[in-house]
């Protein structure tokens, strides 16, 4: 018995590392792959794209030089790279405002400097995935973290639409939404949308543009327990 216990824990360590470092592989490829692709794609020359970006940067008070690149291949507008920022947008039909809303969400997470927080917790959160690869409960966790920056950043967004720019941007989630609903996309690596799309996140986010709700602080007190128990437990 004690020699089949003995083995038996050992190959439980053994299948556990091996999917550890099989799922480490995977996630730093995947990563070093979508910069690749990214590198090689060029910034959209449209008039009308670059004239809202222009509009954007003004309204959120953006200074930078920020690139704009049009790919197929992405569900959810996305801003990466800070010293050269550079937004991804989807292929979608948006109205000039919409754009010029989306636009503005993104610069945001530029201007709070949420880049530099997103690549620092996203690697921490995605480790800590990675290790913790058979409790689910992490998986909702690395979505909370991440639903809840979202939130930040639309409160902010939210200081500097009128009411029709506002029902306009959510028009633009809708359309985005609407656009990849059940595509499979290349570049799986979409802030705000692809985290967690469904109708209880939807809805809290409807809810801060219009009724200029806040978000639950319930919420904010589980993330933040969530947080130190993970960093304890680990």
Not at 88 to 95: A, F, G, H, K, Q
Request: net charge positive; aromatic share 12%; proline share 2%.
């Amino acid at each position: 018995k004690i020699y089949y216990y003995f083995t038996l824990g050992r190959l439980m360590e053994v299948i556990y590392l091996a999917t550890t470092i099989v799922l480490l592989i995977k996630k730093s490829l995947r990563c070093r792959q979508l910069y690749r692709i990214v590198n090689l794609m060029n910034c959209t020359d449209n008039i009308e794209i670059l004239n809202a970006l222009k509009i954007a940067k003004q309204k959120v008070g953006v200074r930078k030089n920020v690139g704009i690149i049009v790919n197929k291949n992405i569900r959810t507008p996305v801003i990466i790279g800070y010293f050269k920022p550079v937004i991804i947008l989807p292929v979608v039909e948006l109205s000039e405002i919409q754009l010029i809303t989306v636009l503005s969400h993104e610069l945001i997470h530029y201007k709070y400097k949420h880049i530099i927080m997103i690549i620092f917790i996203k690697l921490l959160v995605e480790i800590i995935c990675v290790v913790m690869w058979w409790n689910p409960v992490f998986y909702f966790f690395r979505k909370e973290v991440f639903n809840i920056l979202e939130f930040y950043t639309d409160r902010k967004l939210n200081i500097l639409l009128n009411n029709k720019e506002k029902k306009e941007y959510l028009l633009g989630i809708v359309n985005v939404i609407e656009n990849y609903g059940g595509r499979n996309n290349t570049l799986d690596f979409s802030l705000g949308l692809d985290e967690e799309n469904n109708e209880r996140v939807m809805t809290e986010r409807f809810k801060l543009i219009l009724d200029n709700a806040y978000i639950n602080k319930n919420r904010i007190k589980d993330i933040v327990i969530m947080t130190v128990f993970f960093v304890v437990y680990i």
